[in-house]
């Protein structure tokens, strides 16, 4: 029986065709919905129509992408190829079926989405910010697998289409048009009289231009190919992440026969999706959807006013995302000037973020400076954001709580005090959490929602509503001495300086942890952070887990080397922030010196899951991710552990810990961790 969609044809003799997939908050292109969608097809091009549009019934946008959850039910390549196969044919025959086509684009046209919106003659898409449409793919390991890399270059041409397909970025619409993947955007009153409009009318298909179309062509196909590759280096090496290199190797290969490239578009994404890179992507796709799936269970909760106390660059800046996501923002501190420094922040990310001027205008008008601090008895949330002392924190909850509404919430970003301690001047201990954002607070996806034992399971589900609805990712952790991300983090840093120690250039310590996977090299990070900030923290987490807080840190500091901030930390750095003098690295032990700076963060991930700071493997790795970038293709800590072996893992720590100290013993859990 048909469920995900039904057609209703017109007076004019249109047929709509209308997507609303079954048990699903989003449509998606599962297998099931494609077959559908074949048999639809048949039927609809029996009746002869004036006209056919795809729509969607969903009021999250036109369809999200393929069913990712299929693809860990794929047995092997043969099969993954014939399922693409498949799905080729069901979009060819919307290609060629003899009426005009429009695909009418609401909200999220992502992956499979835009792959079948390009099958369609036209595209007209919402003029709104809710429209985002993309190629993701390649953030799951894999690229375009409906025809998507075909039909791509052929509207817009390779050099739009492939930095589209290659970096996995979305567009809104006016720049989809802009690329020539959209032909008519409007606003929403207007969809159906535009899609209306382009029947009528039915200008001529859009295609790359001439100069575009002859890229395609050998010799030229080989030159783009190099300069395509060589930019894509610069961004991900191929070991790790191959699908983007398989892509334009795909094109190069391929690239003047479209018969031959949806061949090889079936064979190289089939390939790529039964590799590790891609499963393990697959696996931190569905973290990231568990995650999301957090709070669901305090949906009601729906917080419009936000209050946050402290005007530095955490506190400027929370408040800031939040007015950006849509909430009315008081904005406290002691003096004014913090107050005019965190606005002028926020400006700037408006303008950048959301590029047109009214909404801009809109979000500073959702940013208040409230030096008096009378937003503290309107908010359904308050943030406190102040320095990191006790007393001077508790002080301000004896000053604050009795003007709180009564359901508010009341929340801490504090990075290392137990909110134990600080919950102990509450009269009512039970509305208190801790969300510990992560700086930049622009870019970093996670916010750790700390609680204590005694937390009532609704406030810590209220607190990761409050997080989702400002478009982040929550993650409920235990209060304890660095809560997660810190705490796996330190040692990793910490080994990074031992080996600075003992004499291994930076650039080839940071080297072996990109190597690796790592985003970013340990020293940079220890830099970018502030030398000043890790030391305290190292000396915190120190007081509790015993880890040995190098000399040089503190000596580092002592001479007001604090990193990037400062000019001058284990680098030098020009008044831009800009490095100097970088070398380029080169040392025989690499794997070995990776070793020894990911062990120690794989063996506090284990005494972390061990204590229970989260409740399982699956939040831990997520964690780990989103905290710290912990390289996404080897899927976390716990999935990489479990992958490369236990025992081997616990063999090396025994190794190094032989020949380093007790700083390698493997910790209490790795027996559970098989």
Same mark, same amino acid.
């Given at each position: 029986?048909?469920? @995900?969609?039904?057609?209703?044809?017109?007076?004019?003799?249109?047929?709509?065709?209308?997507?609303?997939?079954?048990?699903?908050?989003?449509?998606? #292109?599962?297998?099931?919905?494609?077959?559908?969608?074949?048999?639809? *097809?048949?039927? *609809?091009?029996?009746?002869?129509?004036?006209?056919?549009?795809?729509?969607?019934?969903?009021?999250?946008?036109?369809?999200?992408?393929? +069913?990712?959850?299929?693809?860990?039910?794929?047995?092997?390549?043969?099969?993954?190829?014939?399922?693409? @196969?498949?799905?080729?044919?069901?979009?060819?025959?919307?290609?060629? #079926?003899?009426?005009?086509?429009?695909?009418?684009?609401?909200?999220?046209?992502?992956?499979?989405?835009?792959?079948?919106?390009?099958?369609?003659?036209?595209?007209?898409?919402?003029?709104?910010? /809710?429209?985002?449409?993309?190629?993701?793919?390649?953030?799951?390991?894999?690229?375009?697998?409906?025809?998507?890399?075909?039909?791509?270059?052929?509207?817009?041409?390779?050099?739009?289409?492939?930095?589209?397909?290659?970096?996995?970025?979305?567009?809104?619409?006016?720049?989809?048009?802009?690329?020539?993947?959209? +032909?008519?955007?409007?606003?929403?009153?207007?969809?159906?009289?535009?899609?209306?409009? #382009?029947?009528?009318?039915?200008?001529?298909?859009?295609?790359?231009?001439?100069?575009?179309?002859?890229?395609?062509?050998?010799?030229?196909?080989?030159?783009?190919?190099?300069?395509?590759?060589?930019?894509?280096? =610069?961004?991900?090496?191929?070991?790790?992440?191959?699908?983007?290199?398989?892509?334009?190797?795909?094109?190069?290969?391929?690239?003047?026969?479209?018969?031959?490239?949806?061949?090889?578009?079936?064979?190289?994404?089939?390939?790529?999706?039964?590799?590790?890179?891609?499963?393990? #992507?697959?696996?931190?796709?569905?973290?990231?959807?568990?995650?999301?799936?957090?709070?669901?269970?305090?949906?009601?909760?729906?917080?419009?006013?936000?209050?946050?106390?402290?005007?530095? !660059?955490?506190?400027?800046? *929370?408040?800031?995302?939040?007015?950006?996501?849509?909430?009315?923002?008081?904005?406290? +501190?002691?003096?004014?000037? &913090?107050?005019?420094?965190?606005?002028?922040?926020?400006?700037?990310?408006?303008?950048?973020?959301?590029?047109?001027?009214?909404?801009?205008?809109?979000?500073? +008008?959702?940013?208040?400076?409230?030096?008096?601090?009378?937003?503290? /008895?309107?908010?359904?949330?308050?943030?406190?954001?102040?320095?990191?002392?006790?007393?001077?924190?508790?002080?301000?909850?004896?000053?604050?709580?009795?003007?709180?509404?009564?359901?508010?919430?009341?929340?801490?970003?504090?990075?290392?005090?137990?909110?134990?301690?600080?919950?102990?001047?509450?009269?009512?201990?039970?509305?208190?959490?801790?969300?510990?954002?992560?700086?930049?607070?622009?870019?970093?996806?996670?916010?750790?929602?700390?609680?204590?034992?005694?937390?009532?399971?609704?406030?810590?589900?209220?607190?990761?509503?409050?997080?989702?609805?400002?478009?982040?990712?929550?993650?409920?952790?235990?209060?304890?001495?660095?809560?997660?991300?810190?705490?796996?983090?330190?040692?990793?840093?910490?080994?990074?300086?031992?080996?600075?120690?003992?004499?291994?250039?930076?650039?080839?310590?940071?080297?072996?942890?990109?190597?690796?996977?790592?985003?970013?090299?340990?020293?940079?990070?220890?830099?970018?952070?502030?030398?000043?900030?890790?030391?305290?923290?190292?000396?915190?987490?120190?007081?509790?887990?015993?880890?040995?807080?190098?000399?040089?840190?503190?000596?580092?500091?002592?001479?007001?080397?604090?990193?990037?901030?400062?000019?001058?930390?284990?680098?030098? &750095?020009?008044?831009?922030? =800009?490095?100097?003098?970088?070398?380029?690295?080169?040392?025989?032990?690499? @794997?070995?010196?990776?070793?020894?700076?990911?062990?120690?963060?794989?063996?506090?991930?284990?005494?972390?899951?061990?204590?229970?700071?989260?409740?399982?493997?699956?939040?831990?790795?997520?964690?780990? *991710?989103?905290?710290?970038?912990?390289?996404?293709?080897?899927?976390?800590?716990?999935?990489? !552990?479990?992958?490369?072996?236990?025992?081997?893992?616990?063999?090396?720590?025994?190794?190094?810990?032989?020949?380093?100290?007790?700083?390698?013993?493997?910790?209490?859990?790795?027996?559970?961790?098989?």
């Amino acid at each position: 029986m048909d469920t @995900h969609m039904h057609w209703t044809r017109d007076m004019d003799g249109i047929v709509w065709l209308h997507l609303d997939q079954q048990k699903s908050s989003v449509n998606t #292109l599962s297998s099931e919905v494609l077959i559908e969608l074949g048999r639809a *097809i048949d039927e *609809i091009a029996q009746t002869t129509p004036a006209g056919l549009v795809l729509l969607s019934d969903k009021p999250t946008g036109f369809i999200a992408g393929a +069913d990712v959850n299929e693809f860990s039910n794929i047995a092997n390549a043969k099969e993954a190829e014939s399922y693409i @196969h498949q799905a080729h044919k069901i979009l060819a025959r919307i290609e060629g #079926l003899p009426c005009a086509t429009v695909a009418m684009i609401t909200g999220f046209c992502l992956g499979g989405g835009l792959e079948l919106a390009l099958a369609c003659r036209y595209r007209v898409a919402e003029d709104a910010p /809710s429209t985002r449409i993309g190629f993701p793919e390649v953030k799951l390991g894999i690229f375009p697998g409906f025809g998507g890399s075909v039909r791509s270059i052929q509207k817009a041409g390779v050099l739009k289409a492939m930095p589209l397909m290659l970096s996995g970025r979305t567009l809104n619409a006016r720049a989809a048009k802009k690329q020539g993947l959209v +032909d008519l955007i409007v606003p929403k009153r207007q969809l159906v009289n535009g899609v209306k409009q #382009l029947l009528l009318s039915r200008p001529a298909v859009a295609k790359a231009n001439r100069w575009q179309r002859m890229l395609n062509h050998t010799p030229l196909r080989s030159v783009v190919a190099h300069y395509l590759t060589a930019q894509t280096r =610069k961004q991900a090496k191929p070991e790790h992440y191959p699908a983007p290199f398989a892509l334009i190797e795909h094109w190069k290969r391929t690239g003047d026969d479209p018969d031959k490239m949806y061949a090889s578009e079936a064979r190289s994404v089939s390939e790529l999706i039964c590799g590790s890179t891609s499963k393990n #992507l697959v696996h931190v796709y569905q973290l990231q959807e568990k995650l999301k799936r957090l709070g669901s269970e305090a949906e009601g909760f729906k917080p419009q006013h936000v209050h946050v106390i402290g005007g530095g !660059i955490m506190g400027g800046d *929370i408040a800031a995302w939040c007015a950006l996501r849509g909430m009315r923002v008081t904005l406290q +501190d002691r003096e004014a000037k &913090y107050l005019t420094q965190a606005v002028a922040r926020a400006d700037q990310l408006f303008k950048k973020r959301l590029k047109n001027s009214y909404l801009v205008q809109a979000a500073n +008008d959702r940013l208040m400076p409230d030096l008096k601090g009378h937003g503290v /008895s309107k908010a359904d949330v308050v943030i406190e954001a102040i320095f990191e002392d006790i007393e001077a924190k508790q002080a301000l909850y004896r000053e604050i709580e009795p003007k709180l509404k009564e359901d508010a919430l009341l929340a801490t970003n504090t990075s290392s005090i137990p909110l134990e301690t600080l919950a102990e001047v509450l009269e009512s201990p039970g509305r208190f959490i801790g969300l510990h954002f992560f700086n930049p607070v622009a870019k970093m996806l996670l916010v750790e929602v700390v609680h204590r034992k005694e937390a009532l399971p609704q406030q810590i589900d209220r607190a990761c509503a409050f997080v989702k609805q400002i478009g982040k990712l929550p993650l409920p952790v235990k209060s304890s001495p660095g809560f997660l991300v810190n705490r796996i983090l330190m040692p990793y840093l910490l080994e990074a300086v031992n080996l600075y120690d003992e004499g291994v250039q930076p650039e080839i310590i940071d080297r072996a942890a990109l190597d690796f996977g790592m985003p970013m090299g340990p020293i940079e990070l220890a830099d970018t952070v502030g030398l000043d900030i890790c030391l305290s923290v190292a000396e915190k987490l120190s007081q509790h887990y015993g880890n040995e807080v190098p000399d040089t840190l503190g000596r580092l500091v002592k001479q007001g080397a604090l990193g990037r901030k400062s000019g001058q930390g284990f680098y030098t &750095y020009d008044a831009t922030g =800009k490095r100097i003098g970088q070398k380029v690295a080169s040392s025989p032990n690499l @794997h070995q010196l990776a070793d020894r700076m990911i062990l120690r963060l794989l063996n506090e991930s284990v005494a972390c899951l061990n204590e229970q700071i989260v409740e399982n493997e699956d939040l831990l790795d997520a964690g780990v *991710i989103f905290g710290t970038g912990f390289a996404p293709f080897r899927g976390g800590p716990l999935h990489y !552990i479990h992958q490369a072996g236990s025992e081997k893992m616990q063999l090396r720590l025994n190794q190094f810990e032989k020949q380093l100290g007790r700083r390698f013993a493997a910790t209490h859990g790795w027996q559970a961790v098989v």
